[in-house]
């Protein structure tokens, strides 16, 4: 067979061009781009990644390379393949929706990343999309709260009616005095609100009074 299919084993396909020869690697035949193994068989359903590095799909009918769209790989893996039909990574804008793909191509979900710029992120469990304006949990009982940019924030922040204090790597204090802004301060085991205009008994059984700005004061003094 000279320019054209040929059905080897049941649905095992390969291509044999003008001079006969099965074709191998990233082809353009007809008006479709296709992908046949060393061993000249066409790939379908798979993700392939080729000598150049770039991360590839190729359906499961058709054959056919993705281009501009989503496909999944393993089940639940997803990839998004830009439209030089290259699986994209890192962060990325489709649609409406802020979404992030690791280096191998898969998509991120559920998970908190910190991204080179070396800003936290969360991307949701279900649609993958970061989170903005909004809390998280990660690890049991570990909150996160995303700002409108979708990084965590850090540090004492004032968000809503409550003041809340976040360590560098983002999670959520409470239940601990911290010395911030000249003054050590203690967050609420529940709802991790700054100590105002009381006493609390601390975790060594001494008690520190914390005045109307949120000041550790012990028996009067700082």
């Known amino acids: 067979a000279v320019g054209k299919f040929a059905e080897g084993a049941k649905n095992e396909w390969y291509y044999f061009d003008q001079a006969g020869k099965a074709a191998t690697?990233?082809?353009k035949i007809?008006?479709?781009t296709l992908y046949f193994d060393q061993d000249g068989k066409q790939v379908k359903g798979k993700v392939v990644t080729l000598a150049d590095k770039t991360i590839r799909y190729f359906d499961a009918n058709s054959g056919e390379m993705a281009v501009g769209k989503f496909a999944e790989g393993a089940k639940n893996e997803w990839y998004y393949f830009?439209?030089?039909g290259k699986a994209v990574t890192?962060?990325?804008k489709i649609g409406q929706q802020t979404l992030y793909f690791d280096q191998d191509g898969k998509q991120v979900k559920g998970k908190i990343v910190t991204l080179a710029d070396k800003s936290i992120r969360y991307f949701d469990a279900n649609s993958g999309e970061m989170a903005a304006n909004?809390?998280?949990e990660g690890a049991k009982n570990e909150w996160y709260y995303f700002d409108q940019a979708g990084k965590a924030v850090t540090g004492l922040q004032q968000?809503?009616?409550?003041?809340?204090?976040f360590d560098q790597d983002g999670k959520q204090v409470k239940g601990k005095v911290v010395y911030v802004n000249g003054a050590n301060r203690y967050?609420?085991?529940?709802?991790?609100e700054m100590a105002r205009n009381k006493?609390?008994?601390?975790?060594?059984g001494s008690w520190m009074y914390f005045d109307r700005n949120g000041r550790g004061r012990r028996f009067g003094w700082n």
């Open 199 to 204: 006493w609390i008994q601390l975790e060594d």
């Open 30 to 32: 007809g008006q479709q």
């Open 134 to 136: 909004k809390f998280v």
């Open 187 to 192: 967050f609420d085991p529940n709802s991790g």
């Open 82 to 84: 830009d439209q030089a």
């Open 25 to 27: 690697g990233l082809q």
């Open 159 to 165: 968000i809503g009616q409550q003041t809340l204090y």
């Open 90 to 92: 890192g962060l990325q």
